[in-house]
């Protein structure tokens, strides 16, 4: 995964980010990814107080489009694709903006099919 997110870590209990330290349960593990990994967001877009989630979900959108287009076709997942239209601009400008992940699981379950 860091070959597409650079400075990523999946880690345990504890999690250090900014000079503070995140201590979790006996179940929690954290992904930790900088902002500076994620296209199209901005700090203050991620304040607590004055936040957008809309900005937040659209750059996670951004980036699973693409880290998918990053990887060689032959290398892609066959049990995800993602795709991004990026619409076509109204008579204001303005544009609706359509982004798609696709995940083949099995009938009864909310986990990704193994590629297998």
């Not at 900014?18 to 930790?32: A, F, I, K, Q, R």
């Not at 991620?46 to 989630?53: H, N």
């Not at 892609?76 to 601009?89: D, E, L, V």
Request: proline content about 5%; charged content about 25%.
């Amino acid at each position: 995964m860091s070959d597409f997110l650079p400075q990523t870590h999946i880690t345990g209990l504890d999690v250090v980010a900014g000079g503070s330290t995140v201590t979790g349960s006996e179940s929690d593990n954290y992904l930790l990814i900088p902002l500076t990994s994620i296209p199209e967001l901005e700090e203050d877009e991620c304040d607590e107080a004055t936040g957008d989630i809309r900005c937040i979900a659209f750059a996670f959108s951004e980036l699973l489009y693409q880290v998918y287009q990053a990887m060689a076709t032959a290398d892609r997942p066959t049990k995800w694709r993602s795709t991004r239209s990026p619409g076509t601009p109204d008579a204001d400008g303005k544009r609706t903006a359509y982004y798609t992940n696709t995940f083949c699981v099995e009938d009864t379950e909310t986990e990704v099919e193994d590629e297998s």
